[in-house]
């Protein structure tokens, strides 16, 4: 057991390798990643000053926030409403569905609007629309188990003692379920923060957003050291999201 | 012949909390011995320290003479049936069974044929269940093949953790009728864990019992309920009266243990007294009547024909040589 | 009024996520010249695909292993946190470690097979650790202690009982991992440099390259459909697994 534990620390600390150096490097005062030419703030700076990295950091939170406030709402009156494996089933089926096939359905859809209807959604609609798509099976799916957790006797024992569905939501299950659904939220912002196939598929050249801009790079290989404070800042929902996810999990277990 | 069992002064402790205090028991080769006593007793803990899947923080273990003690559990030549049965999922009656055979490389078709001799021993037709997969087994043919499976490796020693708890009574008893029949037949050493004293008769020639990880006694049945060595053992190893001596005028320190069948009711009784029956119930061969008397409740069994009912004030007692006394 | 907005909550994910597909199933019908993908190209993604999950797996088993035995909490947050991080950012901060790694070492992994294969593992190992500690966290200590106590040694009763009954658990890890990395887009392309040429890139230059509509919805719903399927299996495999 001594080993394995070894074992897994030197498995976690390979983990956090690849992610540490992009943060260490954006701190770095040289443009060569192999050269530590000291501690500075200035890619930060140059950041800042950019105003397309502005643009795009500002349009990947505002869709974000707007993906994960709706579809985790929903996602909850779905696990309450609709229990019962055929429902699970569509929004598992829709979790694990690769994401290009995905992301390609959706461009086709859209298209076909653009083309028979005259509506052309891509664009920040389309983007939205894309990560709804997903993020709202997902919430469903991350809620279920929780939302199981509440059990019908309590609802059952609410709505006895005169409160009505809406006052038992709201007064019963909310408070119990508050933590799942900060979790749930912040898991879904953090994927509709990071992803981008879906988004490259259904944004249109204008509008453009953190992964956009990070894959424009990326893509092109090496990058310079502004694209390591863009990646480092666009870590911290996702370490929000796991932690916060990992303390709500704990009070129910 | 079965080996000898022996542990001297063992001690297993959990963070702060200490499953075993120091226990001591002598089991003789051959010998069928029951560990007895109430859950969280330590008993299940002193069995999986004799198999050695606990190591004893303090304390030597002994089998046939031979220090175990840091021995890993597949080299001390024990086998044991577990009381969930522990039964592999993923492998079939016969191949459960051949497993400890086939661990030793024993060649295949001493496999075949030890397999077949250890299904015939539990009673299970091995041309019907060599191929059938465990979880299509009733409960009691699980047992049965949980059985075989410790038995077909010849063990020395058999320990046996609740083999029968999750059984219906009858199946329960048939299987031990068994077990005690293959026991003598066999001549292996058998350590049985249970919580239910009947079962401990059944199957035990001496019985351990134990309390909060420690042996509180250690004898055949009948030393245990004629001699029971405290108020515990007098309450657990069956019913018994038990009166603060200073109330019968028996001396200041200790307690009176009168077994509830050496209570008479109007009857010839060398010490007397004056109670109210408050209860009266129906059980089989005898009724079991209860007086209350001095603030005390008395058992009493008596005869089904005995004229009592709920109300009536009788005279009852018990012959003096039956009152046996403990000091705690 | 609860049940109303869940079910046009529920119309709401068919309607975005399934209905799409009825798209590709137009641009289908369609008809045109299909062009399907080259063998060689499907070869590579299918190895890719394959080295990638059994890498995971073989990795991840000691650490879920240990985790389900004696890990604590911390440790099992540490190694599932990375789920959260995204793709992108991942094969971005690899593309950083393989320059450094060049420079250092010489040795060149950037628009290798050896380099997208180590991406695809390094985003993976969490779905394998988290799909194997579900596996071995089920698993009794019984059936372990009897096969110790029948002459079983430590590895041999791991071989013959542990292993044994946590191979749904891995079967179900493979198939999981095999399906996310077989439609994998962002890895080949980074990482891969779009030399390592895979499925999931074809796909996306039929869409942003050639607008092959045909091809990509025909590729998509094949990808689709392996993917619902091998779903059903796990699914399956796990259930069956709860004996």
Redesign the interface.
Known sequence: MRVLRIYTWALIAAMYVPIGVVVVLSFNNSKLPYVWGGFTLRWYQALFGWDLAWQAVLNSTVIALGVALLSTLLGLFMAYTLRGDRYIAFSQGAVVMPEVSEALAFAAALSLLKDYANVNLFGPVGVFLAHLAYTLPMAHVLMAPYVSYVGRNVVEAARILGASELRTVLSVIAPILFPAFIATFLIVFANSFDTYIKTAFTTSPDFITAPILLWNYAARGRGDPTIYALASLMLIPSIAAAVIYFRAVKRYS | MGLSVELKDVSVQYGSFQALKGVSLFVEGGEGLVLLGPSGSGKSTLLRTI???ITPTRGRVYIGGRDVTEL???RRG???V?Q???????LDVFENVA??L???KVPDDEVRRKVRWALELVRLDPDLFLKRRV?ELSGGQQQRVALA??LV?EPEVL?LDEPFSHVDLDIKNRLLEELKILHSKLGFTLIYVTHDRFEAVEIGDRIALMKEGEMVQVGKPIELYKKPKNRFVAEFFGEANIVPTSALGLGEKGYAVIRPEDVVIGGNATYKLKGQVVDVTFLWHYLKVEIQSNGHIYKAYVDLETPVSVGDVVEFGWDVRDVYVVEE | MIKKVALVAFAAVVLLFYVPFLALGYYMSGGGVLKLPSMSMLATTFMLALVTAAIAIALAYPAAYYLAKRGNELEFALLIAPLWVGTLLKAYSLLVVFSVVERITGIVLWGTALGVVVGMVYEYFPYAVLTLYAAIEKL?E??T??????????A?AFL??EL??T?PGVVAAFILIFLFAVGEVIMPAVLGAWKVYTVGSYIWDLYFKARDFLSGSVLSMLLAALSLLATYVVVKTIRSFS?
């Open positions: 198999a050695g899947l890993p559990p597949d024990v086998s044991m577990f969930d049965l522990a039964l592999f999922p993923h497993f400890g086939r661990i030793r979880h499976r410790a490796v320990l | 009794s019984t059936p202690q009897a096969a110790r106590v029948l002459g079983a040694s430590r041999q013959r009982v044994p009954l191979m004996i």
